[in-house]
């Protein structure tokens, strides 16, 4: 299977989803290659860069579960290469 490298950013405005971001995150733990989280007291967010190297198919399915959650943004970039 094809893969590519993303980088998926991460709004956190909602502190109460956290614990559900992190175990999703978990779950997708041998797919992610880095990890940089950026508290930003001023706003009262977080901001993360996950660096992922996956299939579409992984990829776009950890995005659709970051989109279920609620005060949780997310957008990811994907490299134009594909990796075998």
Do not use: C, W
């Amino acid at each position: 299977m094809d893969e590519r490298v993303a980088l998926i950013g991460i709004i956190v405005e909602n502190y109460e989803s956290v614990e559900e971001l992190n175990a999703i995150l978990h779950e997708y733990r041998d797919y992610i290659i880095s990890r940089m989280g950026l508290p930003y007291k001023r706003k009262n967010i977080n901001i993360i860069s996950i660096g992922i190297d996956a299939s579409s198919d992984i990829i776009n399915a950890l995005t659709g579960k970051l989109g279920q959650l609620d005060g949780i943004s997310s957008k990811t970039i994907f490299s134009k290469n594909e990796t075998k």
